[in-house]
């Protein structure tokens, strides 16, 4: 299945769609299905740049849309990353606010015909996009929060990551793979020698990042490669291909059960 292979999107960020691009791929789908990248506006360590989350899910959203016919939608920007406020340049929303912005826009979407929407979340921190997702299906809306953990854990596999999903938690080893095959113009030097380790963050809701690390870092992101961010995207696009399924599905599970 292909996309529209004309597509382009500005810096990698934004759409590049007109109207009747929107049109025309829309007459060709059962159900259209929107893709909306969600980031964040944190400190990641020294060495990526405080649009890391946002840059991760653009690319995701991105290289799904090369594959699949769906609405990409520009990127929400600043989320909920209250856990950096000790750092410089971090910039937050409420959760209440994340909540009703992706509400919005997914109500937005219905008006226009667009019934489908899926989250690509590229921030940890974003919890509420759980509930989000949950009370619009329990509305029989179809939405959908991508990548779950599983999603990672096989793209983690496939690429050869070797730090695992806990100890690779924050400007590590996949977050810097990604970067340098999609954007490595981003990256200052210093990912090398910047490896720090903490497994244990039980409390880490009460005390923040700064409870568990100086430097913002928690992994390995000398353990980095583009070729590992290459194949990490390669396989979350393999992996995306049954929520398509699911939500492009003539009725959703909730229509069945009426």
């Given at each position: 299945?292909?996309?529209?292979?004309?597509?382009?999107?500005?810096?990698?960020?934004?759409?590049?769609?007109t109207t009747?691009?929107v049109?025309?791929?829309?007459?060709?789908?059962?159900?259209?299905?929107?893709?909306?990248?969600?980031?964040?506006?944190?400190?990641?360590?020294?060495?990526?740049?405080?649009a890391?989350?946002?840059?991760?899910?653009?690319?995701?959203?991105?290289e799904?849309?090369?594959?699949?016919?769906?609405?990409?939608?520009?990127?929400?920007?600043?989320?909920?990353?209250?856990e950096?406020?000790?750092?410089?340049?971090t910039?937050s929303?409420s959760?209440?606010?994340?909540?009703?912005?992706?509400t919005?826009i997914?109500a937005s979407?219905?008006?226009?015909?667009?019934?489908a929407l899926?989250?690509?979340?590229?921030?940890?921190?974003?919890?509420?996009?759980?509930?989000?997702?949950?009370?619009?299906?329990?509305?029989?809306?179809?939405?959908?929060?991508?990548?779950?953990?599983?999603?990672?854990?096989?793209?983690?596999?496939r690429?050869?990551?070797?730090t695992?999903?806990?100890?690779?938690?924050?400007?590590?080893e996949?977050?810097?793979?990604v970067?340098?095959?999609?954007?490595?113009?981003?990256?200052?030097?210093?990912?090398?020698?910047s490896?720090?380790?903490?497994?244990?963050r039980?409390?880490?809701?009460?005390?923040?990042?700064?409870?568990?690390?100086?430097s913002g870092v928690?992994g390995?992101p000398?353990?980095g490669?583009?070729?590992?961010?290459?194949?990490?995207?390669?396989?979350?696009?393999?992996?995306?291909?049954a929520?398509?399924?699911?939500?492009s599905?003539?009725?959703?599970?909730?229509?069945?059960?009426?």
């Amino acid at each position: 299945m292909s996309g529209s292979g004309a597509r382009a999107a500005a810096d990698g960020l934004v759409p590049a769609d007109t109207t009747e691009e929107v049109r025309t791929r829309a007459a060709g789908v059962s159900t259209q299905v929107a893709v909306l990248p969600v980031g964040s506006f944190e400190q990641h360590g020294p060495f990526l740049p405080l649009a890391t989350d946002t840059l991760v899910a653009c690319a995701v959203a991105r290289e799904i849309a090369a594959a699949f016919p769906v609405h990409l939608l520009p990127p929400v920007t600043v989320s909920c990353s209250h856990e950096h406020a000790d750092w410089p340049g971090t910039v937050s929303i409420s959760a209440v606010t994340l909540h009703a912005v992706v509400t919005d826009i997914a109500a937005s979407l219905r008006r226009s015909g667009v019934d489908a929407l899926v989250v690509v979340n590229g921030h940890g921190g974003n919890y509420v996009l759980g509930n989000v997702v949950q009370e619009a299906t329990a509305r029989g809306e179809r939405m959908a929060l991508f990548p779950a953990a599983e999603d990672w854990e096989a793209a983690r596999g496939r690429a050869g990551v070797v730090t695992s999903l806990l100890t690779d938690m924050h400007a590590g080893e996949i977050e810097t793979s990604v970067l340098l095959h999609a954007h490595p113009e981003f990256l200052r030097s210093g990912y090398e020698t910047s490896d720090f380790v903490a497994d244990d963050r039980r409390h880490l809701l009460t005390l923040g990042m700064s409870g568990y690390t100086d430097s913002g870092v928690i992994g390995r992101p000398s353990l980095g490669s583009a070729e590992k961010g290459k194949e990490l995207l390669a396989s979350l696009v393999d992996s995306f291909g049954a929520y398509f399924s699911l939500l492009s599905e003539p009725e959703t599970g909730s229509a069945r059960r009426s």
